[in-house]
C-alpha cells in the first residue's frame, strides 16, 4: 500500500486500475455517505426515486405515513433492480418475476409461494439502508455503522445558514448530469484545487478572486472546503452582487460536492461517482431562492456551465497523461493543493483498512 509524505501524489496506476476501482468501491464508497437527490424527488406518500451510491442500486420511497425511507433496489428472489426512473406506486413490483414488496419494504408477494413453498416473507423483504438528510438534501449511507450524516456535515449547514441562505426555503431548479472519461480520483481532485484557475478558468478568475491569499483551503476530518471573494471590481457575465457575499465549495469524503456562488441565494450539491477505472458520472441538483430574477439564473448558470465543460477537458487530458504507465507518479504544492493531499490521504486511510 502507497505512504505519501504530503508532496507526492498517489500511484498513477491506481488511477486506471480495475483491481484498486474495486477496492474503492467495497471501503470507501459502500461505508460513506453520499447524496442521491432532495425531497422533492419524492414528494407526496406512495413516491420513490431509483438512484445509486457508488455501484450500490438505491430506492428511496415516502410511504403512506410520510416516512422517507431507502432500500438496496435488489429483488431478493434472483437479483433483478426493483425499480427504474422515479414516479409513484403503491408496491415495489420486480418486473422479472413480480415479486411485490410494500413501501416499508417488507414482502407482500411471491407467485406461487404458497403452492411451492421455500418462502419466508419475513426475512425476505428489501435490504434497508440508512437515510438522513440535512434540510431537503437526501444522504444514503449502505454501511450501518457508519457515523451519524452531521459528523461529516460538521457545521456547514451553519456557514451556509449564516451566509444568508435558509435550504429550506431554496427552490429545486434543474439537475445537471455528466460523465468524463477520467477516474473519480482526478474529478475531485480537480474539485479541490484552484491552481488551476488563473490558466484554466479565465472567466471564473474574471469574477472570483483566487489569488492564494484570498482563495482561503481548510481541512477537517472527511470535509475538505474552499471560500473565496469575488474580486473588487468583478469582470465578466456573472454579477457576484447579492445577499451571498462569498463563495463557498465544499467536499464530503468520497465526492459529495456542495457549491454556493456569491450573489442572490444558491447552491448546487451531487455526487462524483465511480462508473469504471477511467469513467465517472456526475450530476448537480441546483437550487435558488424563490424569487430569484431570471436573468440573474440564466447568468448563474451559463458560467457554472463554462467551468464545467473547462474542467471536463482539463481532468480527460489528465487521464491521458497518468494512464501512459511511464511516469509513476506526481507532484503537489504543499499549500496550493494541500487539500487534494489530503483527500489522497484519506483514500489511502480507507483501502489500508
Known sequence: MATLDGTRTLPWAWY???????????????????????????????????????????????????????????????????????????????????????????????????????????ELGLVPLRLETWGPFLFVCPDEGAEPLSDLLEDVPERIAESGIDVDGLRFLQRSESEHSANWKICVENFLECYHCPTAHPGFSAVMDVSPDSYLLETSRRRLSQHAPPRPEPRGSYDPAGEVERGQFHLFFPGTVVNVMPGRPNLSIGPILPLGPERTYRFLDYFVAPDADDGWIEEMLAFDAQVGAEDRALVERVQEGVRTGVVGEGRLMPESERLVAHFQALVVEALAT
Not at 432500500?71 to 422515479?86: A, D, E, K, Q, W
Open 16 to 122: 486506471a486500475d480495475p483491481a484498486v476501482l474495486q477496492l474503492e468501491r467495497e471501503r470507501i464508497f459502500r461505508t460513506s455517505w453520499q447524496y442521491v437527490g432532495h425531497a422533492g424527488d419524492v414528494p407526496e406518500p406512495g413516491s420513490f426515486a431509483a438512484t445509486r451510491v457508488g455501484d450500490v442500486p438505491v430506492v428511496v420511497v415516502r410511504d403512506y405515513e410520510g416516512e422517507l425511507r431507502a432500500f438496496l433496489n435488489v429483488c431478493r428472489h434472483r437479483g433483478s433492480i426493483v425499480c427504474s426512473g422515479s414516479g409513484r406506486r403503491a408496491t415495489l413490483q420486480c418486473p422479472y418475476h413480480a415479486w411485490t414488496y410494500g413501501l416499508d419494504g417488507q414482502l407482500l408477494a411471491a407467485p406461487r409461494s404458497e403452492r411451492e413453498g421455500g418462502i419466508d416473507r419475513e
